[in-house]
């Protein structure tokens, strides 16, 4: 995990979290995905993807940035009441930070997307000692059509001042949308077909909108403002050192 300045595109190294989840196929290997950072207690909320065994994963995990310690928060997401695939579990999703509460992502998708469910989000609420007690569904998104066609895929999303921005990259280079959806009136807009590929949104003290992205050699990390239209403002690469590979 790093942190970034997007002016610059310069990082700084934060932590690692080496841990693993068991695989009873033997081959263990995890990433870092859905993280939402809660500014006021100086906690990261995460996940794990694209482990071994998806839906056997419905850990998620904390760190502590005032006494520098990872821990596991919830070692089975179902006991707060949110329902997980068995192929899918707690990976693939997205997550944001906003109003005291840990918005959380979940996928449904099956592998040959002909679930015709829905992608949904759920709100978790935290009591007086920083412990989650309850979660709430406020928004869903339907992620295949029934008929093996992807319709929603999360690279991410971000919430502040009551809207929600949700970074569709169903299509990776096509068909992808921004949405953009207000929890306080209901209302909806959505940006279709943008001229850049979604990746992760984040957001800043100000309220300006951050895009995060890279995929590989065909694509180079890089940060830019997300103008809040469907547009981006001009890139800035990313470095760190030693550089990132790819």
């Known amino acids: 995990i790093y942190a970034l300045d997007p002016a610059t595109g310069n990082t700084k190294y934060l932590f690692t979290d080496p841990d693993i989840l068991g695989s009873p196929s033997g081959t263990n290997r995890c990433f870092i995905n859905s993280m939402g950072y809660d500014p006021y207690n100086r906690i990261l909320y995460y996940v794990f993807s694209l482990s071994d065994d998806p839906g056997d994963n419905r850990q998620l995990r904390k760190y ?8 596991v928060l919830v070692a089975d997401i179902n006991t707060l009441g949110i329902p997980t695939s068995t192929v899918r579990g707690i990976e693939s999703g997205a997550a944001a930070f906003y109003n005291g509460s840990l918005y959380l992502g979940v996928e449904t998708v099956n592998s040959n997307r002909r679930s015709n469910r829905e992608n949904v989000i759920y709100r978790i609420d935290f009591d007086g000692t920083n412990t989650p007690y309850r979660a709430s569904q406020v928004y869903a ?15 991410d ?4 001042d009551g809207e929600l921005v949700n970074f569709d990259g169903a ?22 077909l943008p001229s850049w590929t979604p990746g992760q949104p984040a957001v800043d003290w100000q309220g300006n ?8 050699s065909a694509e180079l990390p890089h ?15 990313i470095f760190s050192n030693p550089m990132y590979s790819p």
């Open 64 to 71: 502590d940035f005032n006494t520098e310690t990872r821990s």
């Open 141 to 155: 998104v339907p992620c295949d059509d029934g008929n093996g066609t992807l319709v929603n895929d999360w690279a």
């Open 157 to 160: 999303f971000t919430i502040n």
């Open 171 to 192: 299509g990776v280079t096509t068909e992808t949308d921004v949405y953009h959806y207000n929890m306080i009136t209901g209302a909806g807009t959505v940006y279709s």
């Open 209 to 216: 909108y951050y895009q995060v992205h890279a995929r590989g």
């Open 223 to 237: 940060v830019a403002l997300y103008n809040e239209d469907g547009t981006l403002a001009t890139a800035n690469s």
